[in-house]
């Protein structure tokens, strides 16, 4: 089982509003990843989560707020957003960050729309 | 500065013949490589990979070459199938596991 699962699937939501993104995953891995895609650009990594605590920043704006509860869930809390900020965003999982060689599953994503 | 490129935006090819998709990198650190595909609206799906000790890894239809001094991977997908068509993403990562993605090729195979 190499399932990654994401919720919600698509979320609207305005400048001033705050919400949640969600991330599951039961393979026992213990790195977890946030990606923004944008429209036919690559996934470019924000945050890594190893062993539940935040060990890559990439200089992600704060109104971004990725919080890691255990070991299966990852959450990304939004706040003040902007229109630019709208893309896919994806999680992804792998059994340990140390190694380069670990491959990293992805969730099917969450398509944000800021109005 | 991207640091994977994938030169082609998009490949038709007939279904039955070979598809074969090109990767190259320019940071020498990179020592793990890997293929996604991807349909539209769903994550990347994990397909191959092939660590820096290797030339060559094979996967039933799927096959990754790695040429370290040029500093290139492909992905040969022989016989190519309709349901094959997709967008594929080179990865490549060295440490850290930062993945740092190519922007993809989208390929077509013709029934």
């Known amino acids: 089982d190499t399932e990654v699962t994401q919720t919600p699937k698509h979320l609207v939501m305005g400048m001033t509003n705050k919400k949640s993104l969600k991330c599951e995953q039961h393979m026992g891995h213990r790195a977890m990843y946030w990606y923004k895609q944008k429209a036919k650009k690559p996934p470019e990594l924000m945050f890594v989560y190893s062993y539940e605590k935040l060990s ?11 919080e890691c509860p255990n070991s299966s869930l990852l959450n990304l809390h939004l706040h003040a957003l902007q229109p630019e900020d709208s893309a896919l965003y994806l999680c992804a999982s792998s059994q340990a960050e140390a190694a380069s060689t670990d491959t990293q599953y992805f969730g099917p994503g969450t398509r944000l729309t800021v109005l | 500065d991207q640091q994977v490129k994938q030169n082609s935006p998009s490949l038709s090819v007939q279904e039955g013949r070979i598809s074969i998709l090109n990767c190259d990198y ?9 293929w996604y595909k991807k349909y539209p609206a769903e994550g990347p799906t994990f397909l191959i990979s092939i660590s820096s000790i290797k030339d060559k890894n094979e996967d039933g239809r799927f096959t990754v070459f790695l040429n370290k001094s040029a500093k290139h991977l492909s992905l040969h997908i022989v016989p190519s199938q309709p349901g094959d068509s997709a967008v594929y993403f080179c990865a490549a990562s060295g440490g850290a596991n930062n993945l740092f993605f190519g922007t993809g090729t989208r390929l077509t195979v013709i029934p």
């Open chain 2, 26 to 34: 320019t940071n020498s650190m990179f020592d793990y490589f890997l």
């Open chain 1, 56 to 66: 890559i920043n990439e200089s992600v704006p704060s109104r971004f707020s990725p």
